[in-house]
């Protein structure tokens, strides 16, 4: 389930950050925002 949580919001935050792929996102940033989400990492 982390996995997937982590997958969606990578490739929310791609989107939004108008960036061509998930993998580009800033992981701190992906991390900073599982953990406000209650993700444990």
């Known amino acids: 389930m982390a996995l ?3 997958g969606g919001t ?3 935050l791609a989107l939004r ?3 061509g792929d998930a993998r580009e996102v ?3 940033r ?3 925002m599982l ?3 209650g993700a444990r990492l």
């Open 35 to 37: 953990k406000e989400q």
């Open 30 to 32: 992906l991390q900073q």
């Open 17 to 19: 950050e108008g960036l």
């Open 4 to 6: 997937g949580q982590a």
């Open 26 to 28: 800033d992981v701190k």
């Open 10 to 12: 990578a490739a929310a």
